[in-house]
């Protein structure tokens, strides 16, 4: 299910305009479904699908509009296509 969170964060990015933002939750959401108890538990392994992607050169993490290392933000997180 890991693989489906990386192909639900850059189906959602395509569907946004150049430059947009998802959070983790979105693609979370995409995954599990809209109940919080489905999708909360989720959060973690849609994070490091993003790191995954990161990783990759496809996406980038931001934190305020800035660029950001996941592996030391914290707090909120968004991702961009690169």
Request: hydrophobic share 50%; with cysteine; aromatic share 2%.
């Amino acid at each position: 299910m890991v693989d489906d969170l990386e192909t639900a964060i850059l189906r959602l990015l395509a569907a946004r305009r150049e430059g947009a933002t998802i959070c983790p939750s979105d693609a979370a959401r995409a995954v599990a479904g809209d109940d919080e108890a489905d999708w909360r538990p989720r959060m973690d392994d849609a994070r490091a699908a993003a790191a995954r992607l990161v990783e990759r050169g496809e996406v980038v993490i931001t934190q305020g509009g800035a660029v950001v290392d996941l592996a030391t933000a914290r707090g909120p997180i968004r991702i961009r296509r690169a």
